[in-house]
């Protein structure tokens, strides 16, 4: 019968080896989101780019990151890359791998943000002498990040927890710190609790963000209030998917 | 008067339809040109020829006497240079002809003033703080002089429209275009946004109105033009076009209409 610390719990917690780990969960799947942002948008462009084989290689990159499991895309990065003589670093293996992946789903959120802005905005906006990198940059991207926030919050989420993947290919995140911790005294409950109350803190202050975010926007367009259990439960029907 | 906008022969297909069949059209500075029609009639898309946002397919079209689209004859084959060339030329005749919508299309995330300021100052370069206040002055020109920070979601239809007038007007064109200005409209805004349209008219605003408010342009016109399966079918001042003896097509046109 195991019983529970929670006196270890508490010390995990408050230790730096758990801590620097948290940070680097963060950190990865900040940079991760980040990059994921800039490939999705860039692949969104190309996706809706006026040449044929810029298109192509947009659906190409799609393909081949959507159809592949993101587990297998980390491991592939991690051991085949050396052998081309490309030597990363774990997290930045991490980071290049997690981002190339999350830029082929953020693409679908950018497109349909681009697309949810109207034609008639664009031909507005052309009427008035903009090119069409200012009707891009005064028009249509303010419009499309309003519709993107909350789904792009519910990516970071989902990013937040993906990033425990990274473990197998040996960066010090939350996860393999709580496992490596574990097995030199085999108290898992507590280690593995402490790593739980990081998940859930980070996972609870981005979701608290994500609600006043959107809930400046919505003031500044004064539309239906919006109660942070929509965006809770928004959050949770998402961001659980298995890739 | 001289002539401001010269369109002729112009041919636009798309696909296997030819939707402009051949028009010929002469705008006056000043002048104030209703274009009557049914629906599907090429109004609309002689309009975005003139400003350029559909490419023609032939016949030559000129702007205060400079040709700005002709009918280049391998135009799918221009290269780069010639098509970025074409590209900068088409902003920069946009810039000097507004165009009004039938569904306005106000930017959804700006306001009223935001709306009039952003081409000014992104597209000429304006300094933000003159921009603004022309942008008030037009504001209280189009008689909405307290909307200025009231977001398109707040504003009636008809407020909507006469800020996009305001916004077209903000780049101090030289030539208007309305497309259909009022057919979104709720009956009763209807007039508030006809009655901008003849103050600027009346002012010396050269506009030419695509419409099928026949009190407008009994009122407001100089001329009428009626189109017909891409061409135009009939042309004559607004007295003549409404008195005297018109050909039996627009009659019957003017009749539906009507009753």
């Known amino acids: 019968m195991a019983t529970i610390s929670f006196p270890l719990i508490i010390e995990y917690v408050f230790s730096a080896r758990f801590f620097d780990a948290a940070l680097t969960t963060l950190l990865i799947s900040l940079s991760a989101l980040f990059w994921g942002m800039m490939i999705g948008l860039l692949v969104a462009m190309l996706q809706e780019a006026r040449w044929r084989s810029l298109r192509w290689v947009a659906m190409g990159y799609l393909w081949l990151f959507r ?17 081309f003589g490309l030597v990363l670093s774990g997290f930045t293996c991490a980071t290049l791998a997690l981002a190339l992946n999350e830029g082929a789903y953020m693409a679908e959120i950018m497109r349909s943000g681009i697309r949810a802005v109207g034609s008639g905005q664009r031909l507005a906006a052309r009427a008035l002498g903009m090119q069409d990198w200012q009707v891009m940059r005064w028009v249509v991207l303010p419009q499309a990040l309003r519709i993107i926030i909350p789904p792009i919050g519910n990516q970071f989420i989902g990013m937040l927890k993906l990033s425990a993947l990274v473990s197998v290919i040996a960066v010090d995140e939350l996860l393999l710190v ?12 507590e280690a593995l609790s402490a790593a739980g109350i990081y998940y859930l803190l980070m996972t609870t202050l981005l979701m608290i963000g994500q609600f006043y975010l959107e809930w400046a926007l919505h003031r500044r367009r004064r539309g239906p209030a919006i109660q942070p259990v929509d965006i809770i439960l928004g959050a949770t029907a998402d961001a659980g998917r298995i890739r | 008067m001289s002539a401001l906008l010269d369109v002729v ?37 002689l309009l975005r020829c003139i400003n350029l946002l559909e490419p023609i397919s032939s016949g030559s079209i000129a702007f205060k006497g400079e040709t700005i689209t002709g009918s280049p004859t391998n135009a799918h084959r221009a290269n780069a240079n010639r098509a970025n060339a074409n590209r900068a030329n088409a ?73 996009a007038i305001a916004r077209a007007l903000a780049m101090r064109p030289e030539l208007l275009l309305y497309d259909e200005p009022t057919s979104a409209l709720d009956p009763e805004t209807v007039g508030e946004v006809l009655q901008v349209m003849q103050e600027l008219s009346d002012e010396g605003m050269t506009s030419i109105v695509v419409t099928h408010e026949m009190g407008f342009a009994r009122r407001a016109a100089d001329r009428v033009v009626f189109m017909e399966h891409g061409q135009i079918a009939h042309s004559a001042s607004a007295a003549d076009f409404f008195g005297a003896a018109v050909p039996e097509r627009v009659a019957r046109f003017l009749g539906g209409i009507e009753t």
């Open chain 2, 9 to 45: 022969g112009v041919y636009k297909r798309f696909g296997a339809l030819d939707v402009l069949r051949g028009v010929n059209l002469t705008a006056h500075r000043g002048e104030c040109l209703v274009v009557l029609g049914a629906s599907g009639s090429g109004k609309s898309t």
């Open chain 1, 67 to 83: 159809g592949t499991p993101v587990l297998f895309q980390l491991i592939f990065a991690f051991n085949v890359l050396p052998s």
């Open chain 2, 91 to 163: 902003n920069r005749i946009r810039q000097q002809i507004g165009m009004v919508f039938q569904s306005f299309e106000l930017f959804q995330h700006l306001s009223a003033v935001e709306n009039v300021v952003l081409a000014p100052v992104r597209v000429k370069g304006e300094a933000p703080q003159e921009a603004r206040a022309y942008a008030r002055h037009l504001l209280a020109k189009v008689h909405l002089p307290d909307k200025a920070d009231a977001l398109p979601d707040e504003l009636s239809g008809g407020q909507q429209q006469r800020v």
């Open chain 1, 178 to 189: 709580a496992n490596q911790t574990a097995s030199s005294n085999f108290r898992y409950l």
